[in-house]
């Protein structure tokens, strides 16, 4: 089963941020935090992931807790190609990455 | 950008049946997955393949499953006997060779397989 919890759907106003939070109190040291979308049937579509910090790339940001039990993916400029299902996964390296029911996004104009 | 290609896009096939769905990984890649998506469901692992043999399989992953790494390019799963519940959209994955640092998959674009 998934070690994450998420909501799951969200709404978020075009050129907006959107910011998608996770729960995953259990988390292991050696665990990452890995951000994943599916745009309609598409395959999923690795975002972002941090161990321990705060990580930026071009899609996203992604700011975990201090404690890691929680952790917020930052997309700074929603657009309405964005709107999709997020995944938030744990795992460690290595392991197969089990994906949970995610948040389902949707951008409006 | 490199990118992992399945073929075909779409599969119909009566129940019973055998089905190859293939994949090209990227090619510097050494990690080989497959993945379901039952309508309306969860994204579900099947199998990991690393150095031409199975490293981790689900419940699901039962003997009417096989996966074959036949050449230096191409992963295949192959379902022996279709059934009815076997109608899902199929991902292959694939990730870089090091064993250590983080899991990040590219996944195709998947293989939609309806079973009559």
């Known amino acids: 089963d998934a070690k994450t919890t998420q909501p799951p759907s969200m709404d978020c106003a075009e050129g907006r941020a959107a910011n998608l939070p996770c729960n995953h109190s259990t988390i292991s040291g050696n665990e990452y935090v890995y951000w994943y979308r599916q745009i309609h049937s598409q395959g999923p579509q690795y975002i972002i992931h941090g161990l321990k910090n705060n990580e930026t790339n071009e899609m996203a940001s992604l700011i975990i807790t201090e404690d890691r039990k929680s952790s917020t993916l930052i997309l700074p400029h929603a657009t309405l190609r964005d709107t999709a299902v997020y995944y938030c996964?744990?795992?460690?390296?290595?392991?197969?990455?089990?994906f949970g029911g995610g948040t389902r996004l949707m951008v409006k104009p | 950008e490199p990118e992992v290609t399945q073929t075909p896009s779409h599969q119909v096939t009566q129940m019973g049946q055998e089905v190859i769905l293939r994949c090209v990984p990227i090619s510097n890649h050494l990690y080989f997955y497959w993945y379901r998506q039952i309508l309306g469901q969860k994204v579900e692992f099947l199998v990991s393949f690393y150095n031409n043999e199975i490293s981790e399989k689900s419940e699901i992953f039962d003997d009417q499953f096989s996966v074959e790494r036949p050449d230096g390019s191409n992963f295949t799963l192959k379902i022996r006997s279709t059934k009815l519940e076997d109608s899902a959209m199929y991902f292959c994955a694939s990730r870089p060779g090091q064993r250590s640092g983080a899991n990040v998959l590219t996944f195709g674009a998947g293989s939609r397989l309806t079973v009559l």
């Open positions: 996964i744990v795992g460690d390296a290595g392991n197969m990455l089990t």
